[in-house]
């Protein structure tokens, strides 16, 4: 069984930038590739980034990349996303997510993943 929690959301004016943080529990944290899901109003549920189980290979959303950084520290068994220059577009709900199997296949869909945080809420004013 794995929980994740994530954290940092909050309100912030366009350009602004937060940092999301996932906290995992359990000692498999860095067998498995995690990633970074967003969910707007009446919106399906979208892809944003990824990261491998080292950290050394990472793969971002065309509507995120160059704005945002997914990062992970496999000691502290928490996964990040680092947001800059945000827009009003970007505001959703936020939810990290584990990938089910321990290979590196870049999952960017949905059904990839078998256990989810509960979100944190990022609106982003213009």
């Known amino acids: 069984q794995v929980q994740l929690v994530e954290s940092g959301g909050g309100l912030v004016q366009a350009g602004g930038s937060l940092r999301l943080s996932c906290a995992a529990s359990g000692r498999t944290f860095s067998s498995y590739t995690m990633g970074w899901f967003r969910q707007a109003p009446g919106k399906e549920r979208e892809f944003v980034a990824v990261?491998?189980?080292?950290?050394?290979?990472?793969y971002y959303a065309d509507s995120v990349k160059g704005r945002f950084t997914i990062s992970r520290d496999n000691a502290n068994n928490t996964v990040y996303l680092q947001m800059n220059s945000l827009k009003p577009e970007d505001t959703a709900v936020y939810y990290c997510?584990?990938?089910?199997?321990?290979?590196?296949?870049?999952?960017?869909?949905?059904?990839?993943?078998?256990?989810w945080g509960q979100g944190t809420q990022v609106t982003v004013s213009s």
């Open positions: 997510a584990k990938d089910r199997t321990t290979a590196w296949v870049r999952p960017t869909s949905r059904w990839q993943y078998d256990y």
């Open positions: 990261i491998s189980r080292s950290g050394g290979s990472t």
